[in-house]
């Protein structure tokens, strides 16, 4: 592996690893150095994404299949990282779920419980068994992947929207408590992408229109690997980002 990789000897935690952008993260990541360290509920994806880093990289991820709505396993997971590396570098927090699309008054109790703990109580319990791994790195980054739906509410969109705009909140108050340390939180908004959840979401569109997950890879890597951040909390749009890439 070469020393010239820019995020060579980086511990990289990926949460929805198995597919779409998790996985894209994963593979940029560990293409530019990176230890993976995989968390999907499949164990037959995480598999996959293991056998597609070994033969890129040569080396293999770090596998944890869980449910992350599992608040005690997600608190084995930061122990279990504690042990094995002492250290955080980079967070990829990529998992989530859309939820019914339904007017608000339609929302069954079990739905509404169910998005909230995957889009809102993990994001919270993660945070609470990192951090003390990304503070002993020397400059981590944690990415959280947000919507548009956070600061623009639609229609039908209630628990998806309702949990992302708590999601932007809860990290933004995070990373100002974490204001004087090296620790430093990315709002990642990647857009419309070639997804499972956008293509349930909107099932008369043409997949063919829209990014691949991989045209996010960079970025991702470009967070991980940025020296300064700036500010505790950094807002990042992909579409923005791309067209920028395009026009230099």
Not at 133 to 158: C, D, E, K, V
Not at 160 to 179: Q, S
């Amino acid at each position: 592996m070469s020393d010239s990789l820019p995020l060579t000897d980086k511990i990289a935690l990926v949460t929805g690893a198995s597919r779409g952008i998790g996985r894209a993260a994963a593979l940029a990541l560990a293409a530019a150095g990176a230890q993976i360290v995989a968390v999907a509920r499949t164990q037959g994806g995480l598999e996959e994404l293991d056998d597609e880093i070994r033969a890129a990289t040569g080396r293999s991820a770090t596998l944890v299949p869980l449910d992350i709505s599992d608040g005690d396993a997600l608190d084995q997971l930061g122990f279990t990282l504690h042990q094995r590396f002492g250290r955080l570098d980079i967070l990829v927090h990529a998992a989530g779920v859309l939820g019914p699309l339904t007017p608000v008054g339609h929302i069954e109790p079990k739905h509404w419980a169910a998005v909230v703990a995957v889009n809102l109580t993990a994001p919270y319990r993660l945070i609470r068994t990192t951090e003390p791994l990304l503070r002993a790195a020397p400059a981590a980054r944690a990415i959280f992947l947000t919507s548009r739906r956070a600061q623009h509410p639609r229609a039908f969109w209630g628990p998806y929207g309702a949990t992302k705009a708590g999601l932007e909140n809860l990290v933004r108050t995070w990373a100002d408590e974490l204001e004087q340390t090296s620790v430093r939180a990315v709002l990642l908004e990647p857009g419309a992408m070639r997804t499972r959840m956008r293509a349930e979401a909107m099932p008369g569109e043409d997949p063919e229109t829209l990014p691949d997950p991989s045209e996010i890879g960079p970025l991702i890597v470009e967070l991980a690997a940025k020296a300064d951040l700036g500010l505790p909390t950094t807002n990042v749009a992909f579409g923005e980002w791309a067209a920028r890439r395009a026009s230099a």
